[in-house]
C-alpha cells in the first residue's frame, strides 16, 4: 500500500527520497519493523483481553506432568501474529504482485481453520478440537485449489513463472541446465501436499514455550533469501542465473512477507518464551505452517524445505510412527509423540530442549543456504 501510494512521487524532484521505496531490501527491514512494533505495542493489551475472555489454553490430561500448571494460560495468541504480519505485508509489499497474494491467501485461510480448531477446544473444554478428518480435508481443499490456479491458469499469473511452473527444481542441481518436469496435475497434488505438510508439521511442533516460533522465523528468514534471490538483478546480471536457480522476479517480493513473519515472530516470543505469557495455538500454528509451504511452493524449493523444515519434518514422523507402530504391535515408538515430548519424559529440562530444537533449526538452514553454490 505505502509502495504503492508514495513510491509514484518519487518522480517529483521534492520527493526523490521516496524513490528508496522501489528497493526491496529497504522495505523488508521496514516491514520486519512494523510486524515488531504492532506485536510489541498490542500484546500486553491483547494477553488481558484473553484473560478476560477466558480464552485459555486446555491441556492433555496424559501430557507431561509439568503442563498440568499451564492450563489456562491465554491462547489463540497467534491471532496477533496474522494481523501484525498481514498489515505489515500490506503495507510494504508490492500490491499487483500475485505471489503475495497466494501466499497470503493461504495463511488466512488456515489461520481461519486454526480458529475454528481452538474454539472448538475452548468450547469443548477438552484438546479434541476439529475433527483431524476435516482439518486435513480443508487444508487440502484450499492449497488444491490454489496450486490449481497456480499449475493451470493463466490470468493474473507472472510470465516468469508460467515459463517454469511445471519445473522442478532439486538441491545441489543446476535448475537451467538439468530440467525437470512434472505433469501439472501430479505438480497440484504435490504443491498441496508440500503446504498441508508443513502446516501440520508446525502445528505438532507447538508445544513447548517457544519452540515453534522459533523455526519458524528461522524458516522464514531462509525463504525471504531465496525469494530475493530469485528475483534480484545485480549491475543487469540475474543472480539466480549465476546461482542456477529458478529465476522469478515476481518472487523477490516475498521476501517481504518473510521479514513480516520474523518481526511478528520476535514480537510474539517476547511474550512466548519459557514461561509462556500467552500460547499461539491452532489459530496461528496453522496458518505460519500454511505460509512457509506456501513459500517454498512459489519459489520452487519444494524438495529442499524437507531440509529446511527438518524439525517439522522429524516432528510429524515421531507422530506417524508412534501411532501406525502402536496400532500394529501395541508398543511405543517413543515415550511420548511428538518427539519433543519423548524428551520430556526423558527428564530434559523445557529450555533445553527448546533451544537445542532452535539449534538444530539454524544448522539446517545454513545446510539449505549452502547448496545454492554447490552445484
Not at 192 to 199: K, L, N, R, T, W
Not at 352 to 367: G, H, N, P, T
Request: with cysteine.
Amino acid at each position: 500500500m505505502i509502495y504503492e501510494l508514495l513510491y509514484p512521487l518519487s518522480a517529483h524532484e521534492s520527493f526523490g527520497f521516496l524513490n528508496v521505496l522501489r528497493y526491496v531490501p529497504f522495505r523488508v527491514v521496514m516491514a520486519m519493523l512494523t510486524a515488531l512494533l504492532l506485536t510489541f505495542g498490542l500484546y500486553p493489551w491483547f494477553i488481558r483481553r484473553l484473560q478476560t475472555k477466558q480464552v485459555g489454553q486446555v491441556i492433555r490430561a496424559d501430557g507431561p506432568e509439568s503442563h498440568l500448571a499451564k492450563a489456562g494460560t491465554p491462547t489463540m495468541g497467534g491471532a496477533l501474529i496474522l494481523l501484525s504480519l498481514g498489515v505489515s505485508t500490506a503495507l510494504w509489499a508490492d500490491p499487483k504482485n500475485s505471489m503475495v497474494w497466494v501466499v497470503m491467501a493461504i495463511t488466512a485461510s488456515y489461520g481461519a481453520i486454526g480458529y475454528i480448531d481452538d474454539a472448538a477446544k475452548i468450547r469443548k473444554k477438552d484438546t479434541g478440537g476439529l475433527s483431524g478428518r476435516y482439518k486435513l480435508l480443508f487444508q487440502f481443499l484450499i492449497a488444491g485449489a490454489i496450486c490449481g490456479w497456480l499449475f493451470y491458469g493463466q490470468a493474473g499469473l507472472p510470465e516468469d513463472w508460467l515459463e517454469i511452473r511445471h519445473r522442478v527444481h532439486v538441491p545441489f542441481v543446476a535448475f537451467d541446465k538439468y530440467p525437470i518436469s512434472m505433469p501439472a496435475w501430479l505438480y497440484v497434488i504435490f504443491g498441496a501436499f508440500v503446504i498441508a505438510g508443513m502446516s501440520n508439521g508446525v502445528n505438532l511442533t507447538d508445544g513447548l514455550d517457544g519452540l515453534a516460533i522459533g523455526p519458524v522465523m528461522i524458516n522464514a528468514g531462509t525463504y525471504a533469501v531465496f525469494a530475493y534471490l530469485s528475483g534480484v538483478t545485480i549491475f543487469g546480471h540475474s543472480v539466480a542465473g549465476y546461482l542456477h536457480i529458478p529465476a522469478i522476479e515476481s518472487a523477490s517480493e516475498l521476501a517481504v512477507f518473510g521479514a513480516a513473519v520474523i518481526g511478528a515472530g520476535v514480537g510474539f516470543l517476547w511474550f512466548n518464551t519459557y514461561p509462556a505469557m500467552v500460547f499461539m495455538g491452532d489459530v496461528g500454528s496453522l496458518a505460519l505452517g500454511g505460509g512457509l509451504g506456501a513459500l517454498a511452493v512459489v519459489t520452487k524449493n519444494e524438495i529442499i524445505s524437507v531440509v529446511l523444515g527438518g524439525i517439522f519434518f522429524v516432528e510429524s514422523v515421531s507422530v506417524i510412527a508412534q501411532v501406525a507402530v502402536f496400532k500394529s504391535t501395541g508398543k511405543r515408538v517413543f515415550l511420548m509423540a511428538p518427539i519433543h515430548h519423548h524428551y520430556e519424559k526423558k527428564g530434559w529440562p523445557e529450555p533445553r530442549i527448546i533451544v537445542r530444537f532452535w539449534i538444530i533449526s539454524m544448522m539446517l538452514a545454513l545446510v539449505s543456504l549452502a547448496q545454492l553454490k554447490l552445484r
